[in-house]
């Protein structure tokens, strides 16, 4: 049997009724327990083996079988499965058309269009998200100025964000100036908030349209259209870990 490995707070939100925020708000205010200690960090792994009490009630790994989804998230849309102010999120888009209860793999900002992937893996939400498996994210900027190549190089070696997080270099493809703007093609397998419009933020630059268009050798051809949902075959989920062996 796999071993099972995620954090505490995914483990919640499968298996319990819970939200993504609302299962991190029980763990921080003390109502959760891992082998008998109360843990309050959402972010602590767990395994097939930890014991996980929520008020005091244990909570069971869930039997359903593992899927990935494929979905193109549209500009203007939340990457949230609810909002408390009303604006559309993913799971408008999904609605009645999963029946497994899954959770969006990273996040692309409300701006952002592009390739995003849904499941209820947590071991595959990590593998891909973390930095260390170096899964490559793939991205088209329109930013609003001419780039120099001097530019463009410091991308590749990486640049400082105003949080003071050091990004790794970027693979950067120029692709073409659109009249007093640039577009430009990069590959990233970190997952910084706001990764890629801080990079270009750190160069006094701002983008005014990005898409990511792959996820490891996954392109977003594979939903082509935004709003477009499709559940992965064992194939395409192994394009996506592909180089990683």
């Known amino acids: ?9 995914r483990f919640l939100q499968r298996n319990t009724n819970l939200s993504r925020r609302k299962a991190a708000e029980a763990i921080k205010s003390g109502h959760v327990k891992v082998n008998g200690e109360v843990i309050t960090d959402p972010w602590v792994e767990i395994n097939s083996s930890s014991d996980i009490l929520l008020d005091n009630q244990k909570v069971n790994i869930s039997c359903e ?19 408390d102010r009303g604006r559309p999120t993913i799971a408008d888009l999904i609605a009645g058309k999963i029946k497994e209860k899954v959770f969006h793999v990273g996040r692309l900002d409300k701006d952002t ?18 930095p260390s498996s170096e899964i490559e994210k793939t991205y088209i900027a329109t930013v609003n100025a001419t780039l120099t190549e001097k530019e463009l190089e410091a991308l590749r070696k990486g640049v400082t964000l105003r949080d003071g997080y050091n990004t790794s270099g970027a693979k950067v493809r ?15 397998h970190e997952g910084h908030k706001r990764e890629v419009r801080e990079m270009f ?4 630059k701002r983008v005014i349209a990005l898409k990511r268009t792959a996820i490891g050798d996954l392109k977003i051809d594979i939903v082509p259209k935004p709003g477009m949902l499709k559940k992965l ?13």
Do not use: C, W
């Open 1 to 9: 049997m796999r071993k099972l490995r995620e954090k505490l707070q």
């Open 65 to 83: 079988k593992r899927v990935v989804y494929a979905l193109h998230k549209p500009a203007g849309v939340l990457t949230a499965m609810k909002d």
């Open 113 to 130: 269009e592009g390739l995003l992937l849904l499941t209820n893996d947590g071991d595959f939400a990590n593998k891909v998200t973390h």
């Open 174 to 188: 120029l692709l073409k100036r659109k009249g007093k703007g640039t577009v430009v093609e990069l590959k990233i």
């Open 201 to 204: 933020r750190a160069l006094n």
């Open 233 to 245: 075959s064992k194939e395409e989920v192994f394009r996506i870990n592909k180089g990683d062996r």
